[in-house]
C-alpha cells in the first residue's frame, strides 16, 4: 500500500514541468505568430501536450483558429464544434479536483474561462458566413444568447465581467445580415447599454459611433420609430437608411495582436500556529494574513511549518504592433473602431477571481502539509520526500487559449456591387501608415459580406 | 484524507429526466415557454368574450375571418415570437368561432406551390387562384419588458399589448394587455 502510494506520487508529480504552457508551446507558437499556419498545424497534430485529455479543449481551440485561418472553414468548425461540446458538457471529475488539490492545478482538466467559451461562437459564426451559411451562424446566436444569459446569472456582482458587450453586438450585426430587424435591434441595444455602462471602467472601451448608427438604422427598420428617434437625439446622428439599389454592405472585423499568456508568480508564506487547531499563513512584506481552520484530523500536525511557497497564475500582456487601422478603398475610408479588448477581459477575469485562487492555493498548501505530517508519522522518510516533491511540485495553472487576439476592431462600409480592392492600413502610435494588406472583397447588391482579418504581429512577452 | 476529499467534492452526474412540457417550471426568470402559453391563452380567451364579436356576426351573418400578423418585440430579450404566435393561432382555431388565414410569408410560399400545381397538377386537383378567403380583421402586437435590479434581487415586468383591427376601416375592436411580473432572487 504505502509504496503503491509512493509511486503514484512520483509519477503524478514528475508529469509537471517547470516550465508555463506557453514555453511547452514555444515550437507551435513560433510558426503561429509568423503565419506559417501549415507548419502550426502539423506542430498541433503532433503536439504531446494536446494529446492529454486535460488539455484537450486547449487543444480544440488552437486547432479551430489554425485551420479558420488556412480557410479551411468546415474543418475548423467540426473542431469549435467539439471545443463547444466539451464546454457544455464540463462536469467537475472528484479524481480530477483531488489531484489537482494534491498536486497542482496545472493536473486537472482545463475548463476555459467564459470569454474563450463565447469567443468559440464568434469563429463558429465567421466560418458559417464564409461557407455562405447563415442559418447556421444564426444558430450561434442563439447559443450566445443562452451563454451571454448564464454568464450574467453565475455572478451578481456588477463590477466584474458578465456580460459581453462585443458578443451582443456580433448578434446584432447577424441578426441584421438576415433581415431580422428587431432581434437586431434588441441585439444592438443590449450591447450599447453594456458598452455605456460596464465597458469604460473595466476594460477602457467606449460604445463604436458604428453601433449606434447601427442601432437607430435596426430600430427603424424594426418599425420602432420612437425609439429610432430618441436614440437619434441621444446620440445627436441621423438615420443612415436602408442601402440604395446596387449596393451591399461589409462588415470587416480586424483581430488585432495576441490575447496574452499566463505566467507563474508565488508568494512565501511562514506558517505561524494560532489557537484552537486554527493556523495562519502569513505574508509581512505584502501584509496578507489568511486564517485556516484546519480539521480535526489535521489539528496539531500543521503547526510545526516553516516557510512554504504558494504559486499562483498572472496573465502577461502580448502588446500589439498596431495601434490602429483604417479601411480604404476608391470610395470610401472607414476607421476600424475598438470593440473588444480581449486583452483587458482576460486581466479583469483572473482578476475577479483572485481571491478564490489564493484560497485554493491555500487549501492546495494546506492539505498536501497535513498529507506529509502525515505520512511523517507512519514513515519519516516516506514524509519527507512527499514534502519536497510537494515542494517541486507547486505550481500555477498556466494554460489558456493563446491563440485569441488581443482585440477586435471592425467597421461597416457601403460599397456597390462588384469586385473592390480595399487597403487595410495599419498604424502605428503616431497613427502613421507602417503597413498596407491588400483585402479583395466582392461585393453582392443589397447583402453584407463579412471579412475578417487577423495581424498577429505582437511584442514579446514582457516587451513594452 | 484523499478518500475523504473526493467525497467531499461529490459526484456530479448528469441527470436528464423528461417532463409534461405543461408542467410549470421557472428557472431563471426570462420569458418562457409558460410565459408564452399563458398568455396566449388568456388573451385570446379575452379577445373571444368580447362585443366585437357578436357584432361582426349578427352585421355579416358568419364567423370573421382573422390573421395574426406581426408581433413586434420591443422588450430586452430575444423572445421567439414565433411559438407565441403559433399558440394564439391554435388558441383561435380550436375555439371553433373564428376563422384564421395564413400570414405574409407563408401566403407567399403557398401562392408559389399553387402556381406550381397550375403546370404540374392534374387538372381536377389543381387549386384555382383568386379563391382565397380575404381577412376581415388583423391582430397585431407588442411585447416589452421593464427590467429594475438591485444588489441581488431583480423584477422584470413583461406587458404584451394586443391590438384587433378592422381591415377595412382600421377602426381598434379590440385592446388587450396581459402583464407579467416576476421577483428574482440570488
Known amino acids: ?289 489568511f486564517p485556516f481552520i484546519s480539521g480535526a484530523q489535521a489539528s496539531g500536525n500543521l503547526g510545526d511549518l516553516r516557510l512554504v511557497r504558494v504559486a499562483f497564475p498572472k496573465y502577461a500582456e502580448r502588446r500589439p504592433v498596431f495601434s490602429g487601422a483604417r479601411l480604404s478603398g476608391r470610395q470610401h475610408q472607414s476607421v476600424l473602431e475598438l470593440a473588444q479588448n480581449v486583452n483587458a477581459i482576460a486581466f479583469k477575469a483572473l482578476e475577479d477571481r483572485m481571491l478564490r485562487e489564493f484560497s485554493t492555493a491555500l487549501l492546495r498548501l494546506a492539505i498536501r502539509q497535513a498529507a506529509e505530517q502525515g505520512l511523517r508519522r507512519q514513515d519519516e522518510r516516506l514524509g519527507a520526500l512527499f514534502g519536497i516533491l510537494g515542494a517541486v511540485a507547486e505550481k500555477a495553472d498556466t494554460r489558456n487559449w493563446q491563440t485569441l487576439p488581443h482585440s477586435i476592431h471592425y467597421s461597416r462600409m457601403k460599397l456597390t456591387e462588384g469586385e473592390h480592392d480595399l487597403q487595410l492600413e495599419l498604424l502605428n502610435q503616431s497613427q502613421q501608415v507602417i503597413r498596407k494588406v491588400p483585402i479583395d472583397v466582392s461585393i453582392r447588391a443589397s447583402r453584407t459580406t463579412f471579412r475578417n482579418f487577423h495581424t498577429l504581429d505582437a511584442k514579446p512577452v514582457g516587451f513594452r | 484524507m484523499i478518500i475523504s476529499l473526493i467525497l467531499l467534492s461529490g459526484c456530479q452526474r448528469r441527470t436528464v429526466s423528461r417532463i409534461d412540457p405543461g408542467q410549470v417550471v421557472d428557472l431563471s426568470g426570462r420569458w418562457n415557454d409558460t410565459d408564452s402559453r399563458l398568455v396566449a391563452e388568456e388573451m385570446i380567451r379575452d379577445v373571444l368574450s368580447r362585443p366585437w364579436l357578436m357584432r361582426f356576426e349578427n352585421r355579416a351573418g358568419r364567423v370573421p375571418v382573422l390573421i395574426v400578423g406581426d408581433v413586434r418585440n420591443r422588450s430586452h430579450e430575444h423572445i421567439d415570437a414565433e411559438t ?74 413583461y406587458q404584451i399589448n394586443l391590438e384587433l383591427t378592422d381591415m377595412e376601416t382600421n377602426e381598434k375592436v379590440w385592446i388587450g394587455e396581459k402583464q407579467i411580473k416576476k421577483v428574482v432572487r440570488n
Open chain 1, 1 to 289: 500500500m504505502k509504496k503503491s502510494l509512493l509511486f503514484l506520487f512520483v509519477v503524478l508529480f514528475s508529469l509537471t514541468g517547470c516550465r508555463t504552457y506557453y514555453q511547452r508551446q514555444q515550437e507551435f507558437h513560433g510558426y503561429f505568430q509568423t503565419g506559417r499556419m501549415d507548419d502550426a498545424a502539423r506542430v498541433l497534430e503532433r503536439s504531446k501536450d494536446g494529446s492529454r485529455r486535460r488539455n484537450e479543449l486547449l487543444h480544440l481551440l488552437d486547432k479551430g483558429v489554425v485551420q479558420h485561418m488556412l480557410g479551411n472553414y468546415s474543418l475548423s468548425n467540426e473542431l469549435f464544434e467539439q471545443a463547444f461540446v466539451l464546454g457544455e458538457d464540463f462536469r467537475r471529475d472528484a479524481l480530477d479536483e483531488a489531484i489537482s488539490l494534491l498536486v497542482n492545478p496545472a493536473m486537472s482538466d482545463y475548463r476555459g474561462e467564459d470569454f474563450e467559451l463565447l469567443m468559440v461562437h464568434y469563429y463558429k459564426a465567421m466560418n458559417f458566413i464564409q461557407l455562405g451559411d447563415l442559418d447556421a451562424a444564426l444558430v450561434e446566436c442563439r447559443r450566445m444568447n443562452i451563454k451571454l444569459a448564464a454568464l450574467e446569472d453565475k455572478y451578481t456582482k456588477n463590477n466584474r465581467y458578465r456580460r459581453d458587450a462585443f458578443i451582443h453586438n456580433l448578434m446584432g450585426i447577424i441578426y441584421d445580415a438576415s433581415g431580422d430587424f428587431n432581434n437586431a435591434f434588441i441585439a444592438y441595444r443590449n450591447a450599447y447599454e453594456i458598452y455605456r455602462d460596464d465597458y469604460p471602467e473595466l476594460f477602457g472601451v467606449s460604445a463604436p459611433v458604428q453601433l449606434k448608427y447601427d442601432l437607430v438604422r435596426s430600430a427603424f427598420r424594426a418599425g420602432f420609430s420612437d425609439l429610432g428617434s430618441e436614440y437619434e437625439s441621444l446620440f445627436g446622428i441621423q438615420n443612415p437608411g436602408s442601402l440604395g439599389s446596387g449596393e451591399g454592405e461589409l462588415v470587416f472585423f480586424w483581430q488585432n495582436g495576441l490575447g496574452p499568456v499566463k505566467e507563474e508568480w508565488s508568494i512565501n508564506f511562514s506558517v505561524v500556529r494560532g489557537a484552537g487547531g486554527t493556523v495562519q499563513f502569513v505574508n509581512e512584506e505584502m501584509g496578507i494574513s
Open chain 2, 84 to 157: 407565441f404566435i403559433r399558440n394564439m393561432e391554435r388558441e383561435f382555431v380550436n375555439s371553433g368561432t373564428v376563422r384564421l388565414v395564413q400570414g405574409a410569408e407563408f401566403r407567399e410560399q403557398i401562392r408559389q406551390e399553387r402556381a406550381d400545381q397550375q403546370e404540374f397538377a392534374s387538372p381536377e386537383t389543381v387549386a384555382r387562384w383568386r379563391r382565397e378567403i380575404g381577412a376581415d380583421y388583423m391582430l397585431t402586437g407588442t411585447m416589452n419588458s421593464i427590467v429594475d435590479q438591485y444588489r441581488r434581487d431583480r423584477i422584470i415586468y
